[in-house]
């Protein structure tokens, strides 16, 4: 089976501590030039930076992308881990701060798998303004759903030629659903290839962002 990385965006805003959010992806392992876990996180920090800072607030920080690679349970090598600085301010104006930061909007990630373990959800960094609220839902016309919706197109993107030098060789970076479950179990099958994304078009709230 292919290696696996697990991509961390870390972000931290004043009402909310850390924000996380987890990614995986399958990579290609060329001969030529296979991508290092650096060039992954650089990668990955390209793909996602503008459209991802728009749904931080301005005063929360787009600290970096923490990439490792997964290994089976119980294997007691050495995980190649690399990460990429990124320093960023978000983009949102969120001033009014009137809503929880356990309010977010919930991204699902979907296969062609019919099995336990072969979905995803990717939790949004929080809304925090009642003004982008519509409902039960987000306000379409406002600033965080759009954000949101770019996300979503992004998470379902293949990466090509990471790591390549002078266009020559570079990994294929595939976006998966990983299940640890499946795979310290020994199932043949523990990760599968996104297919689509959904953005859900209702409120979602996440306790452990709970002030």
């Known amino acids: 089976m292919a290696k696996v990385w697990r991509a961390v965006l870390r972000s931290q805003d004043p ?18 030039n296979p991508a290092s876990a650096s060039d992954v996180a650089g990668a990955i920090n390209s793909h996602f930076a503008t459209d991802y ?18 290994l089976a349970p119980g294997d007691t090598s050495v995980p190649e881990a690399g990460s990429h600085s990124n320093g960023s301010f978000g983009t949102r104006d969120t001033s009014d701060n009137e809503v929880s930061p356990a309010m977010c909007a919930l991204i699902s990630k979907h296969t062609n798998a019919a099995v336990r373990g072969a979905r995803g959800r990717f939790f949004c960094p929080p809304v925090l303004r009642a003004s982008e609220l519509d409902g039960g839902g987000f306000d379409p016309s406002g600033t965080y759903r759009p954000a949101a919706a770019a996300v979503r197109d992004l998470i379902a993107d293949t990466l ?52």
């Open 15 to 32: 009402r909310v501590s850390l924000i996380e959010n987890v990614l995986h992806y399958s990579d290609s392992e060329p001969v030529l």
């Open 160 to 211: 090509t030629g990471v790591g390549s030098v002078l266009g020559v060789g570079g990994s294929t970076l595939t976006p998966v659903v990983y299940s640890r479950t499946r795979r310290a179990r020994g199932d043949a099958s523990y990760f599968f290839a996104i297919t689509s994304c959904d953005l859900s078009s209702s409120q979602h709230w996440l306790e452990s962002r709970e002030s």
């Open 53 to 70: 800072r728009q749904l931080l607030s301005l005063g929360a920080v787009f600290i970096s992308v923490d990439v490792r690679e997964e």
